[in-house]
């Protein structure tokens, strides 16, 4: 069974960067749509950034041109750079792989993001 791994959360002053790694088990990222999602408390899960297997990234409003997403296909990998963090940015963010065929809806288990002010 695939598995998703996240790491890089961690506590870091608004303005600074944090890099977010997502790993999987074996290689999937090649044909998945690879999501970053976001859930503070009291709220609900929300889009952060995703990357399809073939196109272009998009992002959620409140983070384009802060936050990237990229892939590394060899290393079964998707990043998310995150520059210029704000209180607000401070969540759980999760790892998600999507693909229709061979169907496959996976999440990782979440990393904490912590943006202090």
């Known amino acids: 069974q695939v598995q998703l791994m996240e790491s890089g959360g961690g506590l870091v002053e608004a303005g600074g960067s944090l890099r977010l790694s997502c790993a999987a088990s074996?290689?999937?990222?090649?044909?998945?749509?690879i999501g970053w999602y976001r859930q503070a408390p009291g709220n609900q899960r929300e889009l952060v950034a995703q990357?399809?297997?073939?196109?272009?990234?998009n992002y959620a409003d409140t983070v384009k041109g802060r936050f990237t997403i990229s892939r590394d296909n060899a290393k079964t990998t998707v990043y998310l750079q995150m520059n210029r963090l704000k209180p607000e940015d401070t969540a759980v963010y999760y790892c998600?792989?999507?693909?229709?065929?061979?169907?496959?809806?996976?999440w990782g288990r979440g990393t904490q993001v912590t943006v202090s002010s």
């Open positions: 990357i399809p297997s073939a196109g272009n990234p």
């Open positions: 074996e290689s999937i990222f090649s044909t998945a749509t």
């Open positions: 998600n792989a999507e693909r229709r065929f061979p169907y496959l809806y996976i």
